[in-house]
């Protein structure tokens, strides 16, 4: 087995690299055959890689570094564009080993395209060809280096066999686009330097790091950055900017969206959000905010300053022990429980309600309508046994005895209260006279 049928070629991406290794070891091997292939191939390299995912393997046996393959022949970096994360690990990073193994081998197109005027170089060089990442991104519909139309390949398993193979045999298909419009070329090259900006980063940006430049650039553009507001947003800009055929193929639900709507998919891209959007969107907002991929690249590049965390201090109630004990048991029970309610009321923190609630004994009444062990509780309550009004309503006498723990004997008063109308009788006096 010689050098050149394990190493990766340029932009070789992680399933078409499997795939030619298999074929020049086997031949046309189906896909359930190539990965058993590929992982007992691996597991000869270093021990153990026949249980890693596909990139892994396939970094193991090119003696590679898992995160420098997945830079170079991933779909990750367009994948996985953008991170929550304040420092978000490496592509193929063994900090985040289950991305590469769950993520690493995906494609980004539902098709597999290829260009006629590569393959019949590669041929001319190498003796054989390759599938390359470069034309199988999603919106690519023409050769960053020749400028041609791409091909799709025709066949359910495209990667059993190598490109040259399905033009010999007939499989391939000229993509559908509009190669005598000059601003469609154009929009797809600047597309596809905009991807550039991303295939060339070896971990995603942090949110906060792409969001803000995005941000920035909208409000240069008049256009808004929120849910709701009178300035159009970013979708509205780019249907304007992109052409509207290439937008029907590739995005057509964004070409339905009314003016003035809020299109998620887009515009959360320059909102300060806990969720980054997908690399398509990510491409696609560059290529139309931007002049060109070198200002895109200047904006992303420029260092974005954090907000200094603000330290959350212990909030202090401004009512006093006596409101405690005593006044805040009307509200509680004019609110039923409800601690959001209380909180609002009161004008408190949520959070320090329901701990001041719970240090007082009070329990919470989701549920009290509708729960068997409240109506358990209500039995016991009545005379029951605990035992026989549990076993009557089938509930765990540990969950009731919980209940009785919180509030012992003013507890069924304040249930009472609390199931019997919209406005029960003040709490204050039920819990003031327990039996």
């Known amino acids: ?52 995912g596909l990139l892994q393997q396939l970094a193991v046996i090119s003696g590679m570094s898992a995160t420098d393959y997945a830079r170079q022949h991933s779909m990750l970096p367009t994948l996985r564009v953008a991170a929550h994360e304040v420092a978000p690990a490496l592509h193929g990073s063994v900090d985040r080993p289950e991305i590469a193994k769950f993520v690493g ?3 980004h197109s539902e098709k597999v395209h290829l260009c006629r005027k590569c393959v019949a170089e590669d041929i001319s060089h190498w003796g054989f060809s390759w599938f390359r990442r ?24 495209p990667f059993s066999l190598l490109p040259q193979h399905w033009i010999d045999l007939g499989e391939v298909e000229c993509v559908e686009h509009e190669s005598t419009s000059a601003d469609e070329v154009k929009f797809q090259t600047r597309l596809q330097e905009s991807y550039e900006l991303f295939l060339d980063r070896d971990r995603p940006f942090e949110l906060h790091s792409i969001y803000v430049p995005l941000a920035q650039r909208v409000n240069e553009l008049g256009l808004r950055n929120s849910h709701i507001g009178k300035k159009p947003p970013l979708s509205d800009h780019v249907l304007s900017i992109a052409p509207r055929a290439w937008l029907a193929r590739h995005w057509p639900k ?19 959000t806990v969720t980054p959007g997908t690399g398509f969107a990510y491409v696609v907002a560059c290529a139309t905010l931007f002049h060109s991929a070198e200002d895109a690249a200047l904006s992303l590049a420029t ?10 201090k212990p909030m202090k109630s401004q009512y006093s022990p006596e409101f405690w004990a005593t006044d805040f048991l009307e509200v ?89 109308d919209k406005q029960p009788r003040p709490l204050l006096k039920v819990l003031s006279n327990p039996s």
């Open 1 to 52: 087995m010689t050098k050149i049928l394990i190493e990766p070629m340029p932009h070789e991406f992680v399933p078409a690299h499997a795939g030619r290794i298999a074929f020049f070891i086997r031949g046309q091997t189906p896909k359930i055959q190539r990965q058993w292939l590929i992982a007992r191939l691996a597991e000869r390299h270093r021990e153990g890689a026949a249980s890693l």
């Open 105 to 107: 081998s995906r494609l």
């Open 134 to 157: 470069t034309h199988n991104l999603a919106g690519i519909e023409i050769c960053p280096v020749h400028g041609d139309a791409l091909h799709l390949v025709n066949n359910p398993d």
């Open 254 to 272: 964004l070409c339905q969206k009314k003016p003035g709507a809020f299109f998620s998919s887009l515009d959360r891209l320059p909102l300060s």
């Open 303 to 312: 260092p974005v300053a954090r907000r200094a965390a603000v330290e959350k």
């Open 332 to 420: 509680f029970n004019n609110c039923s429980g409800n601690v959001t309610a209380i909180a609002k009321q009161l004008r408190l923190d949520r959070s320090y309600v329901a701990k001041k609630t719970k240090s007082l004994g009070l329990p919470s009444f989701k549920g009290v309508s509708s729960s068997a062990k409240w109506r358990a509780l209500e039995k016991f309550g009545a005379g029951a046994s605990l035992v026989s009004a549990c076993a009557d309503e089938g509930v765990d006498p540990r969950h009731v005895e919980e209940l009785l723990r919180i509030a012992s004997s003013s507890l069924l008063r304040t249930v009472k209260s609390v199931k019997k």
